[in-house]
C-alpha cells in the first residue's frame, strides 16, 4: 500500500519522511504512515492524527492479545493478576487516545491563542499518559515466577504498540510547536 501511495504521492510520502526525523522511531513511522500519504498531504494535522489513529488501532489490538492470554490454561495466580492489570492499563491507554483524536480535531477551530493551546495540552497530556500506561502494563511480568514465554510475547507486543505511540506524541508535539501562537 505504501508503494502505491508513493507513487500517487511522492511530495507527502516525502513530507512523512521529514516529519518522522522528529521522532524515536524513523523508520517505523515511515512504515506506518506511509500508507496515509494521500490523506495526509503535507498536513501536519492530519500526519498526527493518523499517527493517533495507528497507535489506537495497535493498542486496541494488544488488548485483544491480552485477553486471549487471560484465557490461556496453566497461568499461575501470579501470572492471571499481571495479565488482569496488564488488560486495565492497556483499556486506560487505549480510552487516552480515543479521546486525544477529536481533541486534536478541535484545533482546527483555532489557529492559534489560548484555545489552541488548551486543546493541544490535552492531547499531550492523554497521548503522554497512554504512553505511561502501557509501560506500566509490563511491571506485572517483572517478578520471579513468571512464565518467560508469556512475558517475551507480552514484551514485543507492548514494546510495539509503546514505540507507535512515542510516535504519535512526537508528531503532536512538533505540529503543537509548529503552530504556538507567539507571545
Known sequence: MAKSAMASNPAAIKFIKVSCKATL???LCVQCL???ANTVKQSEKQLAHAALSVSLS????TIIFVSKLNRMRGLKPIEKQAVKDCMDTMSDSVDQI???IPELGHTGQFSSGQDFMWHV???QTWVSAALTDESTCL???SGPGVNV???AALRLRILHVAQVTSNALALVNRFADRHRPSP
Open 25 to 27: 522511531y524513523p523508520v
Open 34 to 36: 506511509s500508507a496515509f
Open 58 to 61: 495497535k493498542a486496541k489490538s
Open 98 to 100: 480515543n479521546k486525544s
Open 121 to 123: 495540552s490535552n492531547v
Open 139 to 141: 511491571d506485572g511480568f
Open 149 to 151: 514465554n508469556v512475558k
